[in-house]
């Protein structure tokens, strides 16, 4: 199985509605092909479109082309889109990492959080929900390739952090989330896949009252049949469906432009 590719680039544009269509059918596809790989059910896997750096047109598009679900790296780009798209039933997934100081940004549009790594946060976060009272799905970011350059907890780190998670009655939680390794190397890619699917296993045995660990969110565009061969529940794919970003990956990883 570890010959499924890796691939980071040479994604062409989807310009219309119907470049959309065909990518997300292909992309689809991919999802059975590797599930039927796994010996695993394709309802068991969600697509979560990322919409990052895609304007409204397209984003307009793709809800046309069925999409009711959007994820966002950045809580002020996705603030703007949910604004100017209040008239569509779109449910925005931010995605990525969250300063405390714009928690209350996220409590008020947000439908779900992928990217928790603090305590400061999440206390942030249900402070704000409690006052729109509101309810927000969150996962747990865990770094699993170990760089430096990831945000997440250290997998050592998650069965306390999630210990402390009942406390935050507004925040549902709903499983793990990961970045994994930038690598064409499919072999270490999948290994930070695997480390999470051992990881979440192991923490479901102890998990407190509440607090669900079903989901694993892993696997992007370049990486998302692997993940599910591991099993993700979860992909987050952008440029697999809008075509390649104009903007390098590192620019949403810490230390990028702000
Ligand atoms: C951008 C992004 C994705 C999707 O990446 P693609 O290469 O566009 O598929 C997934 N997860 C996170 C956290 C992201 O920032």
Redesign the pocket.
Known sequence: MSATPVSHGGFPQARSAEDIARNLAAVRARIVAACARAGRDPAEVRLLP?S?TVEEARIRMAHAAGLSEF?E?KVQEAREKAEAMADLPIAWSV??HLQTNKAKYVARFAAEF??LDSLKLAEALDRRLQIEGRSLDVFVQINSSGEASKYGLAPEGAAAFLRELPAFSALKVRGLMT?ALFSADALRVRACFRLMRELRDRLRQETPDGVALGDLSMG???DYELAIEEGATVV?????IFGA?PLP?SY?WPGGAP
């Open positions: 990322v990052k994820g790296n995605i990525g992928q990217a970045l992007m565009s370049g987050r794919v952008g440029q697999a970003r990956d949403y």
